[in-house]
């Protein structure tokens, strides 16, 4: 004990002997120094209403002995500033004799703290006015005296006074179940079992916690944390055990309904301070599992019957099959609990097909819908600017590279996208003659063709969803890689609906003809438009793809599309990318999120060609079934797509003065999530991994 007495003065004797040097070089009338004795439980409060800070100031020289003094403080930490501003004059005036030392506590200074003398970034207003506690970390409070008269401009007149302590708070419970935005089964009635893990019972040792569990019901995009700020909640409950059984004596919730819930753990003694008032993270879950409908499926059963057929949906009761030649308005429908209705459709028309699921709870899915016949492989091949031929035959049937599934990393507003999908469908409506022919529109091969006199010479300059005319037919411009390279979307009549083309090394020139949106048109007079791949069966997946480029280009700049392959190769350099901390951009992060979904939206297109394909899980070759061993589960966070997404999701929306709050939380998160848990490597890893099997399984579709 005598040791730790003579190392304790020791120190304050060092302390004091550099202040003093300090002061001299100064040559300020005041010094001091202070001590800080830790507490049990520090809140903001506690810093000027008990003894644990305390000063000593000394006058140097009797013959400079100022008036009455006030201090200013600045309380310091990493990212953390609080301070009285400049402006900030105590009322409270202290008065130091030679010789004899003024003793000071926090309770003199209680006007200091009071919020309205302050200036602060970094923390939130509630630290000051709910008696909130100091974060974590180590702390410097900072005081300097001032001469209370205004007459000598509040002058200076002590050195700097420091003193420097460290907060170690408790910490809040980590959430475990039900899993963040996971989704519950309704099906077997209300047993949800809550659970979390303490991290530490208390700085002191003592047990005894109550831990306070809330559940709140969210609305529609509703964000969990302001809903916790204001709404309130359909249950509360106070538990002394990291658990609870939310049975159906609670109230009851509603299917198809997100519910948000938190813990906050107390200690009823008062021994123990937490980090965020003990409030954990809020977790939301979905109570019902989503309804889903299939994707459709149909086959010819012969005599002149197509079989329409689906796979089940868990949670579905029934299914309503809809349809309707195109271009009607009546639908026909069929109710079932079965998955595939036998129907004779008229082989000269073109049906749109839909299909919805009626799920448990009285909730229904969107409609999952195909037009059948599906536009056929075009006998179009190749055109030229030239008038010579435009035909050619297309190739023999092979399977499908899955690398080339068309995936969209954007929110897609279906709505929107359905309207684009509706009008680039419809046939160009006027005949008036385009680059020297007549604008394909009718529905025979065999139309006349008026040649005209072209004389344009400036060149056109493409941009997505521009238009330009080879031989009579339109191309809406979807991809401009360059001005004589891209890619488009070609309006072809024999199969009422547009086909993906690509373009390269070809000559446009600009119509200098106007529409009424005051939009020129080019004018292909060399080169050639290629229908995309030579594969009929591809015509479909580029075409999606083309259509998914051009809805991100005209509604959602900046998000991934591409094809699934492209996706994972993206995946792996956006990873690599940000493991050096300076290009951690918000465009970098967007980017890192829209090819995150994109990847997890390829998995299940990959999962639906495998059935296309084999029709039965049982029949998938060991290659398939370890690539989907690889899809992303929703039901694991820990999956490493999963982490990767609740690491780089955007933080919570805030207003005014908390706006800057939550960026800097949000900052502090995503380097902490980054680096600390080595997702970006493993990510990495991750689309190296699977772009491996993916080429594995193409080599293996092709020697079979």
């Given at each position: 004990m005598i040791k730790k007495i003579q190392q304790y003065y020791l120190f304050w004797g060092l302390l004091l002997f550099s202040l003093g040097a300090y002061a001299q070089s100064q040559n300020y009338p005041i010094t001091g120094a202070g001590s800080f004795i830790p507490q049990n439980s520090l809140s903001w409060f506690g810093l000027y209403t008990s003894p644990a800070?305390?000063?000593?100031?000394?006058l140097k020289d009797a013959s400079s002995t100022p008036g009455a003094i006030f201090a200013r403080i600045r309380l310091s930490r990493v990212g953390i500033e609080i301070y009285n501003p400049a402006s900030f004059v105590g009322t409270k005036g202290f008065t130091v004799n030679f010789g004899q030392p003024l003793q000071l506590s926090g309770m003199d200074l209680v006007e200091n703290f009071r919020p309205q003398n302050l200036e602060a970034s970094g923390v939130s207003e509630n630290l000051f006015t709910q008696g909130g506690v100091l974060p974590n970390g180590i702390w410097t409070l900072e005081l300097v005296f001032y001469e209370q008269d205004p007459a000598r401009n509040y002058r200076q007149v002590s050195d700097k006074i420091t003193?420097?302590?460290?907060v170690t708070n408790g910490q809040a419970p980590l959430l475990n179940l039900p899993s963040n935005e996971s989704e519950i089964d309704a099906r077997y009635g209300q047993n949800i079992g809550f659970a979390w893990t303490p991290r530490g019972t208390s700085l002191s040792g003592a047990g005894g916690l109550t831990y306070n569990f809330t559940l709140w019901e969210l609305g529609e995009d509703e964000n969990p944390y302001d809903v916790a700020e204001g709404k309130t909640p359909i249950y509360t409950s106070s538990v002394s055990v990291p658990m609870l059984a939310y049975d159906p004596t609670k109230p009851l919730l509603q299917v198809g309904k997100h519910y948000a819930w938190q813990v906050q753990v107390v200690d009823p003694f008062g021994n123990n301070v937490y980090e965020n008032n003990g409030k954990s993270e809020i977790w939301e879950f979905r109570y019902g599992l989503k309804c889903d409908a299939p994707a459709l499926n149909f086959k010819s059963v012969g005599a002149g019957y197509t079989e329409i057929y689906w796979d089940k949906i868990n949670q579905a009761q029934n299914y309503d099959l809809r349809w309707r030649i195109q271009g009607t308005t009546e639908y026909s429908h069929y109710l079932t609990s079965g998955t595939y209705h036998r129907i004779?459709?008229?082989?000269?028309?073109?049906?749109?097909?839909?299909?919805?699921?009626?799920?448990?709870?009285?909730?229904?899915?969107?409609?999952?819908?195909?037009?059948?016949?599906?536009?056929s492989p075009m006998m179009l091949r190749t055109m030229s600017a030239t008038p010579s031929g435009t035909e050619s035959s297309t190739t023999p049937n092979t399977p499908i590279n899955p690398a080339d599934i068309p995936v969209n990393g954007a929110d897609v507003n279906a709505v929107k996208y359905d309207s684009l999908i509706t009008k680039l469908q419809e046939a160009p409506q006027t005949l008036v003659p385009r680059c020297g022919q007549v604008t394909k529109t009718l529905v025979s091969s065999c139309e006349p063709e008026t040649t005209v006199d072209y004389g344009g010479t400036e060149p056109f300059v493409s941009k997505v969803g521009s238009t330009f005319y080879v031989n009579g037919y339109d191309v809406l411009i979807t991809r401009v890689k360059s001005h004589n390279e891209?890619?488009?979307?070609?309006?072809?009549?024999?199969?009422?609906?547009r086909i993906p083309v690509v373009w390269k090394g070809v000559t446009l020139t600009d119509s200098k003809i106007y529409d009424y949106m005051g939009n020129s048109y080019g004018c292909l007079t060399s080169g050639e438009v290629l229908v995309v791949g030579s594969n009929p069966n591809l015509i479909g997946s580029d075409l999606t793809k083309q259509y998914n480029a051009l809805y991100n280009s005209l509604n959602s700049p900046g998000s991934y599309s591409g094809t699934f392959g492209e996706a994972l190769d993206s995946l792996k350099i956006k990873s690599e990318l940000l493991q050096d901390a300076k290009n951690r951009t918000k465009a970098n992060i967007e980017s890192l999120v829209s090819v995150t979904k994109a990847v997890k939206l390829g998995f299940k297109a990959l999962e639906k060609t495998f059935m296309d394909t084999y029709k039965s899980a049982d029949n998938f070759p060991q290659i398939a079934k370890d690539l989907l061993a690889l899809k992303p589960d929703s039901t694991n966070p820990n999956q490493v797509l999963n982490r990767l997404q609740a690491c780089v999701a955007p933080n919570s929306s805030s207003t005014g003065g908390k706006k800057q709050v939550m960026l800097n939380l949000y900052r502090l998160k995503l380097a902490d999530c980054l680096d600390d848990s080595n997702i970006l490597q493993e990510t990495q890893e991750y689309a190296e991994n699977t772009t491996e099997l993916l080429n594995n399984y193409t080599d293996f579709e092709t020697l079979v």
């Open positions: 800070l305390n000063f000593n100031l000394y003193v420097s302590f460290t004779a459709f008229d082989k000269n028309q073109v049906y749109e097909v839909e299909l919805q699921s009626q799920c448990y709870g009285g909730e229904n899915s969107d409609w999952e819908s195909s037009n059948y016949p599906q536009a891209g890619e488009g979307l070609l309006y072809f009549p024999l199969a009422r609906n």
